[in-house]
């Protein structure tokens, strides 16, 4: 989850710029908040989209915006679900499974290049149909062991993950969008002043 704020200080700033409307305040900086929040989940789905190879992650429809009031001057952008199947990013299914073929290979980050999927002992990854209700899905699959089974069906990152790392700038993010966010923020509180006073 995500959290816009605006301090009290921002405040006291906007109520000495609007002079004698500086009741206004609070319905200035709420409409400024929710402008920007709308703004930063349209460009961390952007973002994320570009810096990973996910296919049709829906992005901006789960991330969710809880909108700030003139009581409470804080914006949410949340976004939920589970880590993602695999086969929802960048995938290359080997042609054989027989001893020494290459295993599954994936490429989660944009232009990391496909990396062989191995567990902690070694074990390849391969693909495989699995029941998905009515119907079957192809997955990657991973042995536990030596034996043919147990297998377990393999999961990369999640839609709040990657937005959180694009937003933070870490990990495969080139950009901090959380310094961008800021200055669209300061950005909107002045359109919204300038619009107020007829500007």
Do not use: C, W
């Amino acid at each position: 989850m995500i959290r816009i704020e605006v301090d009290v200080s921002g405040l006291e700033e906007v109520e000495r710029k609007l002079g004698k409307m500086k009741d206004q305040a609070p319905k200035v900086l709420r409409s400024a908040i929710n402008s920007t929040a709308v703004e930063a989940r349209k460009q961390l789905a952007q973002e994320a989209q570009n810096r990973y190879t996910v296919k049709n992650a829906g992005f901006n429809s789960a991330a969710k915006i809880r909108r700030a009031t003139v009581s409470n001057l804080v914006a949410t952008i949340h976004a939920g679900g589970r880590k993602l199947d695999i086969p929802r990013f960048h995938v290359t299914r080997p042609r054989s499974h027989k001893k020494g073929a290459p295993g599954a290979k994936a490429e989660v980050v944009a232009g990391g290049g496909l990396k062989e999927i191995r567990g902690t002992s070694g074990i390849k990854a391969f693909s495989s149909t699995v029941p998905s209700g009515k119907s079957r899905t192809k997955q990657i699959l991973q042995r536990q062991g030596a034996a043919r089974y147990p297998v377990q069906v393999l999961h990369s990152v999640s839609v709040p993950k990657m937005l959180e790392m694009v937003y933070e700038g870490r990990g495969a993010a080139k950009r901090v969008l959380k310094k961008d966010i800021q200055k669209i923020y300061n950005q909107k509180v002045q359109q919204k002043i300038g619009e107020l006073m007829g500007e």
